[in-house]
């Protein structure tokens, strides 16, 4: 007689695997979005600090904002003496998930939006 396994056990240990592949996969891919959603927020987060640090530097009376634009990506336009320039572009970087930036007529505010892959907005703006 031959020892070996039958096709049912077989199909078990197949079964039991492909399981915890798909559970593995699952998580896998729920880090990563966790992940980038990170990466956005610090992105948001350094921008509002260079564009703080840009009106404190800022000697003109009134203080105000340098501008910011979005083409795919965000940056400062106009970049006045004692600031430092940033641009964000997203991880994705598919126009599903994006940023937008805003700011009065005046420059005096400012609005710098992203949307997460988790559904919900991320939005950093003015300290003043």
Sequence with gaps: MRKAF???EMLVVIGIISILVAIATVSYSSAQK???DAK?????DAAQKMMEECYAANTTNPYKYPTI???GTIQMSSIPTGCTNFSITDPVNSGLYVYSATSDTTNNTYSITAVLENGSVFVVNNQQ
Excluded: M, S
């Design 6 to 8: 039958t096709l049912l």
């Design 34 to 36: 966790k992940a980038r």
């Design 40 to 44: 956005r927020k610090g992105d948001l």
């Design 69 to 71: 634009t979005t083409l």
